[in-house]
């Protein structure tokens, strides 16, 4: 009985390596990076956007008014005075709190211009962030700028869409 197991265990480890191919193509996961080639060419590109709430305790019911905000970093590169920005955010948002998953929503704010950072209130309980794009840029010389849909410029966080701390 042994010899028959043993025997069994060397044909199957033959077998697995005869179906290994020879070569295999390295894979690359190449992360995104902020204010990398998706931002290339943009009249504004953004350094930071992240999601601010205060201190709480586990949610147990769905509140009227959260507390959160996003907060913007963001550099002019156009070189002129910038009147308003009109940005797509794309949230993470629980439909209920019992919900395991979250579902994406689409917002679309306007910031304005007027700093390298600014704060919006949100009118719900965002769980994380997907995405930022640049939909128009209205300058004060009376110049706008509209996004190219071929070509958006955008903003996605690098790693997970919670941040614990920050390097100084």
Excluded at 140 to 164: M, V
Aim: glycine content about 6%; charged content about 20%.
């Amino acid at each position: 009985m042994k010899l028959v197991t043993l025997a069994l265990a060397i044909l199957s480890t033959a077998v697995a390596f005869a179906q290994k191919p020879s070569q295999t193509a390295p894979a690359v996961d190449l992360p995104i990076v902020p204010g990398s080639a998706s931002q290339a060419g943009c009249p504004v590109a953004f350094s930071d956007v992240a999601l601010e709430s205060k201190a709480r305790f586990m949610p147990v019911r769905q509140d009227a008014a959260p507390d959160g905000s996003l907060r913007f970093q963001y550099k002019n590169m156009s070189g002129k005075d910038i009147q308003s920005i009109s940005v797509q955010v794309d949230l993470k948002i629980k439909k209920s709190i019992y919900d395991l998953d979250t579902s994406t929503i689409t917002l679309h704010m306007t910031l304005t211009g007027k700093g390298a950072a600014e704060i919006l209130p949100l009118t719900l309980r965002a769980y994380g962030l997907s995405r930022v794009t640049l939909e128009q840029v209205s300058f004060t010389d009376g110049a706008i700028w509209n996004a190219d849909l071929r070509k958006p410029c955008s903003y996605q966080q690098s790693g997970s869409s919670e941040q614990i701390g920050q390097l100084q």
